[in-house]
């Protein structure tokens, strides 16, 4: 029978977030989300300021500054990571405004990104190529750039790739030859992408291709991250794909409440935060958004909410988790084995999707600085004090001189090594590594939160403007 303290709890979580969620935004949300930056405390401020600086040194340092390759993974040796370019690629004009390089220097690496990315060979052998049809490999050799072992044709990695890329194409707007050539290069890379080619299952765009097998058993659908996908693919002059496409990317939603607060569901954070990246969807609303009477700014304001409140309630009573240790996304684990801690038997992972919400839970007790990281624009009133609460906590375990190593487990305290990263004695398992692909929201969220950074550059975008038009959206800085 349920524990009646619990029922009480839960329902007292659920009036306070419908209560917050009346008074901070039953529609649209305001400009600036629930609190201004200039809300924040001096503490709060500065921790912010340190943050950005050591994740954009993570990108700045560990990229290759001829190629534009940035590893997977560090410091474990990795291949490079498409999606963690474009995420690259995308902390470059960051640091260029907040003085970290200085614009030229931020251009150049820019510039022989984007060359190089343009330039590597396409085409449909297995092997010795970057990429096909304009879409790129998953991961790539980080030395040669080719294609790594037999990792798929991604369609959404090549999208979050194209992110960074139209981003540099709207931030670089001297007439200087580095940054008329950026533009040149960033139209060249995204209008041969052969988005048509990519419609296997009309009018879906597939998960990705091999030319060993041909497509992946796999389409865009559900609501998650490859919203962007769809958005790019619909705003291409050259290549682009029918609008019923997103009508049926909708039609596969699961609306559902959790901890109170409806929404598009998706578990792990991550598929809340990346579109949102680089394309604003404040005060915007396609078909789907108006009959539901908010945005997907808001939706993923609820789904960070209804995350803390999971943490708050703590189901599975992992060690730690509370009101500022929260956050469930894809991450690293630190091993993957099932025993008993305590008279309850725990099953732990090493990297995979976790997350909460009401169509499944997948919860090890493992988080991710990037979960609160990445969230920071959708709900600063709790996203930024867990992040200053969690590098307090944890200290130089969990924070060091690139940011945020990718996760940890407070509850993982087992004497056993781990798979990777390290146990601390009383205190829980700590990563090793800094991931590209949790990185990059933090810097990037962060800065939109601060100064409006890429959404106010990306709104200018041709593409983007485009392509959700094209999928329905009206309303707010749209015009239309």
């Not at 670089?172 to 052969?194: K, M, Q, W």
Request: charged residues 15%.
């Amino acid at each position: 029978m349920p524990d009646l303290r619990q029922i009480i709890r839960r329902a007292a979580i659920a009036l306070v977030l419908v209560a917050s969620a009346c008074a901070t935004n039953t529609s649209i949300t305001g400009v600036n989300g629930p609190i201004p930056p200039s809300s924040l405390t001096p503490r709060q401020t500065a921790f912010l300021d340190t943050l950005e600086r050591r994740t954009f040194n993570w990108f700045w340092d560990k990229s290759d500054p001829n190629t534009g390759l940035t590893p997977d993974r560090w410091p474990t040796q990795s291949f490079s990571s498409v999606a963690a370019i474009g995420f690259a690629l995308t902390a470059y004009p960051v640091g260029a405004e907040r003085g970290y390089v200085p614009r030229a220097d931020a251009a150049q690496r820019t510039l022989n990104t984007l060359r190089f990315m343009y330039t590597a060979p396409q085409g449909s052998q297995a092997a010795d190529v970057t990429g096909y049809k304009g879409f790129f490999y998953h991961f790539l050799d980080m030395q040669t750039g080719r294609r790594f072992e037999q990792v798929e044709l991604s369609t959404i990695d090549t999208s979050l790739l194209l992110g960074g890329v139209l981003f540099c194409q709207s931030y670089f707007t001297g007439n200087d030859p580095v940054e008329s050539a950026i533009r040149a290069y960033a139209d060249s890379i995204y209008l041969r992408v052969d988005w048509q080619w990519a419609v296997h299952n009309a009018p879906l765009v597939s998960m990705g291709w091999h030319p060993e097998s041909g497509f992946i058993n796999s389409d865009w659908k559900g609501y998650d991250e490859g919203m962007i996908v769809y958005i790019l693919a619909l705003g291409s002059p050259t290549h682009s794909i029918d609008a019923a496409s997103w009508t049926a990317w909708t039609q596969s939603y699961v609306w559902l409440p959790y901890y109170g607060l409806p929404f598009v569901s998706f578990p792990p954070l991550f598929g809340h935060q990346y579109s949102h990246v680089w394309i604003d969807f404040r005060g915007i609303q396609d078909a789907y958004m108006r009959g539901k009477g908010i945005d997907y700014f808001e939706n993923s304001r609820r789904a960070t909410n209804s995350q803390r409140s999971y943490a708050i309630d703590n189901p599975g009573h992992w060690r730690d988790y509370g009101a500022n240790v929260w956050g469930l996304t894809a991450d690293d684990g630190p091993h993957d084995t099932t025993v008993v801690i305590d008279g309850v038997t725990r099953e732990f992972h090493t990297y995979t999707a976790r997350g909460a919400a009401a169509d499944y839970v997948m919860d090890d007790g493992t988080l991710a600085a990037t979960a609160p990281g990445g969230s920071v624009p959708f709900a600063p009133e709790i996203a930024v004090p867990a992040l200053v609460a969690i590098r307090e906590k944890y200290g130089d375990n969990l924070f060091t001189n690139y940011g945020f190593v990718d996760s940890y487990n407070p509850t993982f305290q087992l004497p056993i090594t781990p798979h990777h990263g390290h146990v601390v004695p009383g205190v829980g398992w700590f990563d090793t590594d800094y991931l590209g692909i949790d990185q990059g929201p933090i810097i990037a969220m962060i800065e939109n939160y601060r100064s409006d950074l890429i959404w106010k550059t990306m709104r200018k975008n041709p593409y983007i403007v485009a392509g959700l038009k094209k999928a329905g959206f009206t309303g707010g800085w749209l015009g239309n």
